[in-house]
């Protein structure tokens, strides 16, 4: 399903950064671990096509990430793929329910055959559906963003530190969400992580050194 081969991402300043090969099959669960400024969340990107490498190859779906380079192509990629990266954001202008139902919206699907009932349910948000962006903590922010990343029902979900700034019980609340999309939804799950509550019910590790 996802292949890395000889990936390299350069920075301006010189920075390289290596990534092992890495082939993920489909209804895998990997949760990317290493020291901060190893790379974990560069890769989260590569792997979202929220950045290019600078060499080497990443296929998704039996195609090169590259050969996603037009609108129709790029539209069919983001439906697949649920995205929580470090630069996902919400919208100040909507409210919270909105902002999990604006993938919905930018794909033209109906939100009767969508997941977000069951998700908001699986995630404690009932309660914040009215509030906007700037009533939430950043643990409710973090459960808000998981939302909206899986509300297409996507084969893939990419998540960069999704149990960041969460108490121990909205952390567990989580990775039971996590385990259920694996277990039950056969959803292909990447997750950097620092959190070893996420990578203990990961099926495989892939360890970055700075």
């Given amino acids: 399903m996802i292949i890395l081969k000889n990936v390299l991402k350069k920075y301006n300043n010189d920075d390289?950064?290596?990534?092992?090969?890495?082939?993920?099959?489909?209804?895998?669960?990997?949760?990317?671990?290493?020291?901060?400024?190893?790379?974990?969340?560069?890769?989260?990107d590569l792997i979202a096509k929220?950045?290019?490498?600078?060499?080497?190859?990443?296929?998704?779906?039996?195609?090169s990430i590259n050969a996603y380079d037009d609108k129709r192509s790029i539209q069919l990629?983001?439906?697949?793929?649920?995205?929580?990266?470090?630069?996902?954001?919400?919208?100040?202008v909507l409210n919270i329910q909105d902002?999990?139902?604006?993938?919905?919206?930018i794909h033209d699907e109906n939100?009767?055959?969508?997941?977000?009932?069951?998700?908001?349910?699986?995630?404690?948000?009932k309660n914040l559906l009215d509030k906007t962006s700037a009533d939430l903590s950043s643990g409710e922010r973090q459960r808000v963003?998981?939302?909206?990343?899986?509300?297409?029902?996507?084969?893939?979900?990419?998540a960069d530190e999704p149990t960041?700034?969460?108490?121990?019980?909205?952390?567990?609340?989580?990775?039971?969400f996590l385990r259920y999309l694996n277990d039950e939804l056969k959803t292909t799950i990447i997750v950097a992580t620092h959190?070893?509550?996420?990578?203990?019910?990961s099926k495989r590790i892939y360890e970055l050194e700075k």
């Fill in 16 to 44: 390289v950064i290596s990534y092992n090969d890495l082939k993920i099959d489909r209804g895998d669960f990997i949760s990317i671990i290493g020291p901060s400024g190893s790379g974990k969340s560069t890769l989260i």
């Fill in 50 to 63: 929220l950045k290019t490498c600078s060499s080497g190859e990443i296929t998704i779906f039996d195609k």
């Fill in 77 to 92: 990629f983001r439906k697949e793929i649920g995205i929580m990266s470090s630069s996902s954001s919400l919208l100040s």
């Fill in 99 to 105: 902002n999990i139902l604006l993938p919905l919206i």
């Fill in 111 to 125: 939100i009767i055959n969508s997941n977000f009932e069951h998700i908001i349910s699986k995630l404690n948000l």
């Fill in 145 to 158: 963003l998981l939302a909206r990343a899986m509300v297409l029902k996507p084969k893939i979900l990419i």
């Fill in 164 to 176: 960041a700034n969460l108490d121990l019980y909205n952390s567990k609340q989580l990775v039971n």
């Fill in 195 to 201: 959190d070893d509550i996420v990578s203990s019910i």
